[in-house]
């Protein structure tokens, strides 16, 4: 088994297998998808999450305490015939256990004036790894939509400073009103490309880098990710994620936290990534226990990562319910 260098090296892991174009037939998948389940893992486990993936995940929200109490909360939906379900892991998730035939979660009074935020259960939990004070200088490096932007000036209680960097018109559009329905304050939406952030001449306390990526956990949601993405996409996203890496290494303090969070399952995006922050600057991984999640992957196909990356956290739709996502906490050590 080989050190992990870089992206190359999971190169080969694409040569399918006979089991491989026979599950990408039987579930519809690209059989190089199926491929890299199998090296993540094995057959018995492939089949689980292959089979999760067809199974529509619960919708979620989370409840914004800045506006409302959230047994309050319940209680209006209840009467609109929502039932929630409290999430014991997450301070501020709900599960949508039944709602009515109108309104729609994203039509209702309480969406409206900002009370809740639709979002997916995983994705809540960057921000609090994040563990945001409220004299923190944060940046969010990928902020559009606004649903963790919202949730890190929620956990913040509008106090301290957030710069949320957006390149896209529409998407910043999107994210100052995601901010204004939510109530949040303390953000200041800056719409251009990231690498802005390294002329500022300022440095963060902590940085959110949620990073664009193939999406390929939210599946279970979007079908149509089976087939959608490349592995020429994958190549070209772990690119912008290891820029991302090193604008991000450039603007934040010493002994400062950076979370690097994907809504995609590969290790290309993900581990690979990780590798290459933690060789490449002065990282280490934090562990957490908080949550129910599963250890990053320490080894792939001939491939071997970092031990210290099993700190690292995965979730997926057929071992914790949720989307598939990928989370890492590192702290800049002092030099």
């Excluded at 990534?273 to 129910?292: H, Q, W």
Aim: proline share 4%.
């Amino acid at each position: 088994m080989k050190r992990y260098q870089d992206i190359k090296d999971l190169i080969g892991v694409l040569r399918s297998s006979e089991l491989s174009k026979q599950l990408a037939i039987k579930f519809d998948f690209r059989d190089y998808m199926i491929e890299r389940y199998l090296r993540m893992f094995g057959k018995d486990e492939t089949l689980e999450f292959l089979n999760s993936c067809s199974i529509p995940l619960s919708k979620s929200i989370r409840c914004n305490d800045l506006k409302v109490e959230c047994g309050r909360l319940v209680e209006a939906m209840r009467k609109k015939g929502f039932v929630l379900t409290k999430v014991k892991w997450i301070p501020h998730g709900y599960i949508i256990e039944k709602k009515p035939a109108r309104p729609s979660l994203g039509a209702t009074i309480e969406y409206l004036m900002g009370y809740y935020y639709i979002q997916g259960l995983a994705s809540m939990i960057p921000a609090y790894l994040l563990e945001p004070a409220e004299t923190d200088f944060i940046l969010d490096m990928a902020a559009a939509p606004g649903g963790k932007t919202t949730q890190i000036g929620q956990l913040m209680k509008n106090r301290g400073n957030i710069l949320a960097i957006e390149k896209s018109k529409s998407r910043a559009r999107a994210l100052r009103e995601n901010l204004r329905r939510m109530g949040i304050e303390n953000v200041v939406v800056l719409r251009s490309d990231v690498e802005v952030v390294t002329k500022l001449g300022i440095q963060f306390s902590k940085i959110l880098l949620d990073a664009p990526c193939t999406a390929e956990g939210l599946i279970p949601i979007k079908p149509e990710r089976r087939k959608s993405r490349s592995f020429d996409d994958i190549l070209y996203l772990n690119k912008v994620q290891t820029r991302l890496i090193d604008i991000a290494s450039s603007v934040l303090k010493e002994g400062g936290r950076l979370v690097y969070s994907t809504c995609s399952i590969g290790v290309e995006e993900n581990e690979a990534v990780i590798e290459y922050a933690i060789s490449k600057y002065n990282y280490k991984i934090l562990n957490f226990t908080t949550f129910p999640s599963s250890k990053g992957i320490v080894e792939y196909g001939d491939v071997k990562f970092s031990d210290e990356i099993e700190k690292c956290m995965r979730f997926y739709p057929h071992k914790q319910g949720t989307e598939g996502f990928f989370i890492c906490v590192l702290e800049k050590e002092e030099k």
